[in-house]
């Protein structure tokens, strides 16, 4: 891994220590304007990920949920910014669960190009470059990659449920169904564990980026339901229907 990459990931394992140090307290909740819950949680890890990352890569502009947005008019004009959640998963946070993750991605000319995932809960990461992606835990760092399987592996979201999924999985035909929390969905599909992620439901960038990066790492694909590839210059942060799924 790059040094770059190296230092990102330990960004978000310290976003994901603050993250722990108010999981088994008393959390304090607000809500904001879209009726989304934000926790102490939060804003502790924003807080380190914006300094961490403004001292690693001072030149390049941040987009994060839990900062203010800068508006189109000056986001068109960047060629590189970090995409930022990060506490994601926050109802898995609340209902500790453990399905939560930080997510860090670099963009690129619209594609995320470099991202780490981090799940503080379960001890575990997941890094990509574009062409690599690693899972890293307790014991150690290891190469990941998609698998195809006879049987497929389709993961949905635990509190998101989309009124599309059935359609898509009446057409898959014979499948093996699992829920699971925030962008641990993508990491599933680049460890080979399942083979589809059909996302039909709204997102917003700061939700994807990464794990996207982690998919296409490890040699997933994420189009649009119109085939297009998953890109983040432009103006609607929120996220069009996505499917990942193993390159054809």
């Avoid at 004009?77 to 926050?90: Q, Y």
């Avoid at 670099?106 to 809960?121: D, F, R, S, W, Y």
């Avoid at 359609?167 to 641990?184: P, Q, R, T």
Wanted: hydrophobic share 40%.
């Amino acid at each position: 891994m790059d040094s770059q990459l190296d230092a990102i990931y330990e960004i978000a394992i310290s976003a994901g220590k603050a993250i722990m140090d108010r999981y088994h307290g008393q959390v304090q909740i607000a809500e904001k304007a879209d009726n989304s819950p934000v926790t102490d949680a939060d804003l502790a890890a924003n807080a380190i990920i914006i300094e961490g990352l403004a001292a690693l890569t001072p030149n390049i502009p941040v987009l994060s949920e839990e900062s203010e947005h800068s508006s189109w008019e000056t986001r068109q004009s960047w060629e590189r910014f970090w995409l930022v959640d990060p506490l994601d998963g926050t109802k898995e946070f609340l209902r500790k669960n453990g399905e939560f993750t930080v997510n860090i991605a670099l963009i690129e000319q619209g594609k995320p190009v470099m991202a780490v995932v981090h799940a503080p809960a379960l001890n575990k990461s997941w890094l990509g470059n574009g062409k690599h992606a690693w899972l890293v835990t307790k014991a150690g760092k290891e190469n990941i990659k998609t698998r195809p399987a006879t049987v497929p592996t389709v993961v949905g979201s635990r509190s998101h449920p989309s009124t599309g999924l059935s359609d898509f999985l009446e057409k898959l035909g014979e499948h093996k169904m699992a829920e699971v929390g925030s962008s641990l969905k993508f990491c599933l599909v680049a460890e080979g564990r399942a083979q589809y992620y059909p996302r039909l439901g709204p997102t917003m960038m700061w939700d994807t980026a990464a794990g996207q990066c982690i998919a296409e790492s490890a040699g997933a694909q994420v189009l649009t339901l119109e085939g297009e590839v998953l890109g983040y210059q432009r103006e609607n942060l929120l996220n069009p229907a996505f499917i990942v799924s193993l390159l054809r």
